[in-house]
T-cell receptor
């Protein structure tokens, strides 16, 4: 079956532009996660959804970052007024339940802010 | 100090060699995950350990809770094992993982 998909795979934005990154989790997966991975670093947690509820957004680096999952399936991570330090790979993962340790990762969106 | 630290940062091996990647973690982490990341971003979960040892094919993961240390071993390494291996700590939430920086493994034929 289909895995987690993300779009776009690559995004170049000029500083100050708004961007929207999409994640399509595996069908039926309850939990959805967003991570930010800077070059040469491990991923860092951004936010977590259980169905449509955003249960933890403590990792979002500033109020320019906003995530939503209105119908409990597709999620969008929005970054307003992008800055150069936002350049990173944004990874989405899903898992079948909050009890499941195994997270299935998408290929990521590489965001470059110029 | 990072909650999860890996070593080495880079590792080059010849095909067939036995590989060990180490991970140390801080107090409060109750489980350790090992993941594999290939060029281009795709991440695959390999193991989750809270005690003991797990084996899957040529991969073996161990954890020592008292020493707060985990190791990932690859037996009979192969060039297709070349990837970044990442350990991540779980404080019991099942979602809020704290990742190490990763170990870049290159296995030469």
């Amino acid at each position: 079956g289909a895995g987690v998909s993300q779009s776009p795979r690559y995004k170049v934005a000029k500083r100050g532009q708004d961007v929207a990154l999409r994640c399509d989790p595996i069908s039926g997966h309850v939990s959805l996660f967003w991570y930010q991975q800077a070059l040469g670093q491990g991923p860092e947690f951004l936010t977590y959804f259980q169905n449509e509820a955003q249960l933890d957004k403590s990792g979002l680096p500033s109020d320019r970052f906003f995530a939503e999952r209105p119908e409990g399936s597709v999620s969008t991570l929005k970054i307003q007024r992008t800055q150069q330090e936002d350049s990173a790979v944004y990874l989405c993962a899903s898992s079948s339940s909050w009890l499941s340790y195994e997270q299935y990762f998408g290929p990521g969106t590489r965001l470059t802010v110029t | 100090k990072n909650e999860v630290e890996q070593s080495p940062q880079n590792l080059t091996a010849q095909e067939g060699e036995f590989i060990t990647i180490n991970c140390s973690y801080s107090v409060g982490i109750s489980a350790l995950h090992w993941l594999q990341q290939h060029p281009g971003g795709g991440i695959v979960s390999l193991f989750m350990l809270s005690s003991g040892k797990k084996k899957h094919g040529r991969l073996i993961a161990t954890i020592n809770i008292q020493e707060k240390h985990s190791s990932l071993h690859i037996t009979a390494s192969h060039p297709r094992d070349s990837a970044v291996y990442i350990c991540a700590g779980d404080r019991g939430s099942n979602y809020k993982l704290t990742f190490g920086k990763g170990t870049l493994l290159t296995v030469n034929p």
